[in-house]
């Protein structure tokens, strides 16, 4: 893990992004397979905020840490895995949230850069999906991260990607990213 802070996310290209995201290496988590050990006593609440035995987790370079060794199970479990052990963990929602967006370019050639709650960078395109879900409460967009992991993306950003969607005329109403188009509805 990085000992230095992230960049700021809005004096970076999206090619500066793409390279940073590629650079970031991760704990090959999918290979570890320990025995079950228990839970971890740790929530992912809805709003991306990490919490210990019913506290909040300020630090995050703790939680960064915490979000690298994150795997979803073919059960739908999220579980905390390092090659000895692992331990479930509850998240109420998606383990992520994109809270910031950035665009460049239009139409099919736009490219959608996000940076998540974790300082984490994803642009959005083939591997890296944009889903919405219709919930009582409104319309719910996801990220896909890696692995089976998403992020939802926050309200602030929805309106962004829903303002995009408006203004380039598609129909259905969506968004490109990376040459990849994703519709502002749920899949039926």
Request: hydrophobic residues 40%; charged residues 25%; contains cysteine.
């Amino acid at each position: 893990m990085p000992s230095t802070p992230p960049p700021d996310f809005a004096s970076l290209s999206l090619a500066e992004i793409a390279r940073l995201a590629e650079e970031d290496r991760l704990p090959p988590v999918e290979s570890w397979n320990p025995s079950h050990c228990g839970h971890s006593d740790m929530r992912i609440a809805r709003d991306g905020t990490w919490f210990h035995q019913g506290s909040p987790i300020g630090r995050l370079p703790m939680v960064r840490l915490f979000s690298t060794i994150l795997r979803r199970e073919p059960d739908g479990r999220f579980v905390l895995v390092t090659p000895v052990e692992k331990l479930d963990i509850d998240v109420e929602d998606a383990p992520f949230t994109a809270v910031e967006m950035k665009r460049e370019g239009e139409g099919d050639a736009m490219k959608l850069a996000f940076r998540l709650n974790t300082g984490d960078l994803v642009t959005a395109g083939p591997e890296h999906g944009l889903r919405f879900e219709d919930r009582e409460d409104g319309p719910r967009p996801y990220l896909h991260v890696r692995r089976g992991l998403e992020a939802l993306v926050a309200r602030t950003v929805y309106y962004e990607l829903a303002e995009i969607a408006l203004a380039n005329g598609s129909t259905p109403p969506g968004v490109w990213s990376n040459g990849a188009f994703f519709p502002l509805e749920p899949a039926e």
